[in-house]
């Protein structure tokens, strides 16, 4: 266990839609990501986006940058504190978002119990779509979602606004929250983490924006 401190951020309510990365793609001529199998619906997460397409390859470009400039302020992709506590509603040890026992009737993945969910989810805040406390929907299941932090151990030290190491040793980004293929609920916890190299785009990866210190 390692205690985090975080000053005060906001974080978008949903995942990065369809609709509002093709509003990207018309602003600045960047091509349309490729379309799942499901096509490109709207209202649900943008998929076959890559952490540099997001933040682009130096961290400071992609989409995060054109957002920052139509906002008047900086976004990005949160750091991986950020989200786990997004995720868990500032409660300290919260296994899910909604407690901590696994339900699968709140959370979009292979196991869910609303029907069809052998891809992405629309992301509209309607009455059943879980919201945690923060009103926040998909902080776990429908999409992966990129976090800023390259990799790395856990610190053992107290740390205040933690954005992981500026080491590039291991150049690959963490990713939270779990996805629409996923079945183990293990993977749904608000404290599970991947790695993956920034390059790689899938139709289970997606994101949310952040603002404030990170």
Avoid at 41 to 48: G, K, R, S
Avoid at 88 to 95: A, C, M, P, V, W
Avoid at 100 to 114: G, H, P
């Amino acid at each position: 266990m390692h205690v985090v401190s975080l000053t005060s951020f906001r974080t978008s309510a949903t995942p990065i839609t369809v609709s509002v990365w093709k509003e990207y793609c018309k602003a600045t001529e960047a091509p349309l990501p490729k379309a799942p199998s499901w096509a490109l619906l709207d209202d649900h997460p943008v998929v076959y986006v890559s952490w540099n397409d997001i933040m682009g390859s130096d961290g400071k470009g992609g989409f995060c940058a054109w957002a920052s400039d139509i906002a008047g302020f900086r976004l990005a992709l949160p750091t991986e504190a950020q989200f786990e506590y997004a995720s868990r509603d500032g409660q300290s040890g919260l296994e899910y978002p909604w407690g901590n026992l696994f339900e699968r009737s709140k959370v979009w993945c292979s196991a869910n119990a609303f029907g069809d969910s052998g891809k992405t989810a629309p992301v509209v805040l309607t009455s059943n779509i879980f919201r945690n406390a923060y009103r926040l929907t998909d902080m776990s299941g429908n999409v992966w979602q990129w976090c800023s932090d390259l990799y790395s151990p856990y610190s053992t030290s107290s740390q205040t606004d933690p954005t992981g190491p500026s080491s590039k040793s291991d150049n690959r980004r963490c990713v939270r929250g779990g996805s629409w293929d996923f079945l183990n609920p293990d993977v749904f916890r608000c404290a599970f983490r991947l790695r993956y190299d920034p390059v790689l785009w899938s139709n289970n990866f997606g994101s949310r924006l952040s603002a404030g210190p990170g």
